[in-house]
Structures are given as structure tokens and as C-alpha cells.
């Protein structure tokens, strides 16, 4: 993510330590600040894109638009609701431990999914539940 490399653990390296939160506090700031970027290109794009078009086409095509950037825009507001979560996390000790069970998540794992709160057993099982529920 924006250019920064992947952690390397070390042999015999003790679990999310100083290093390793250094490491996802850099990822989730990084990250924070690009999505709150996008917001701040999103409200620019919009009242500068737009117009009162005399065509009803043109007009319902920008009101398509604004009405997906405004879908992306509202599910970028809770990923950064989650990733202000994840960095309390981080200041409380918390991070890279599995909300159910209380086991590691692995570094790899929160590599891929800096924000994840469950183990992959953990989450497996949820997502099973959620299939059998219908949700």
C-alpha cells in the first residue's frame, strides 16, 4: 500500500511488537489520509461537475454518476470508521488478536486485511453463519 513493503518478520521475533505496530500504524495512517483525500476530490468533482442540463438524458446520467461516486464516498466513510477503530486498537495493546478468540491473526493476514478484528477460523465460521442465516 502506497509504496511501503511488506513486514519481515525475523526469527524468534516476539508477536506485534514495537516494530510490527510501527509498521501497521504507518499502513493505517497511510491509508486514512488517502481515503480522506478521495473524499476531498469527490466534493471538488461534484460542485464543479455540476450543471443543469436542458437534456433529461445528460441530466439523468450526471445524477448516475454523483449517485455512485456518493455509494463509493459512503462505504469509504465506514472503512475509515474501521480504520480509526484499528488504530485505537493499536493504542490500547489490542491489535493483531482474534476479537472471538483471542488468538493471533498472523502477520500475513493483517498485511492483506490491515482492519481485520478475526482470526481466519474465526471468520470462516461467521461468514458460514451468515450464509445459513441468509444475510
Not at 510490527?20 to 493505517?28: E, G, P, S, T
Not at 442540463?53 to 456518493?70: G, H, K, V, Y
Not at 478484528?117 to 461467521?126: R, S, V
Request: hydrophobic share 35%; glycine share 6%; proline share 3%.
Amino acid at each position: 500500500m502506497a509504496g511501503l513493503e511488506p513486514y519481515k518478520e525475523g526469527k524468534d521475533e516476539e508477536y506485534m511488537n514495537a516494530e510490527q505496530l510501527k509498521h501497521f500504524r504507518l499502513i493505517l495512517q497511510t491509508w486514512l489520509e488517502q481515503l480522506r483525500g478521495e473524499m476531498d476530490k469527490t466534493v471538488v468533482y461534484m460542485q464543479d461537475e455540476a450543471a443543469n442540463f436542458p437534456d433529461p438524458a445528460d441530466r439523468a446520467t450526471q445524477e448516475e454518476e454523483f449517485s455512485l461516486e456518493l455509494r463509493a464516498r459512503d462505504r469509504e466513510r465506514k472503512l475509515i470508521k474501521k480504520i480509526e477503530k484499528t488504530l485505537l486498537k493499536i493504542e490500547n495493546d489490542d491489535f493483531g488478536f482474534c476479537d472471538s478468540c483471542g488468538v493471533e491473526i498472523g502477520i500475513k493476514r493483517l498485511e492483506a486485511r490491515p482492519t481485520a478484528d478475526l482470526c481466519i477460523d474465526c471468520k470462516t465460521l461467521a461468514e458460514l453463519r451468515e450464509k445459513q442465516m441468509g444475510m
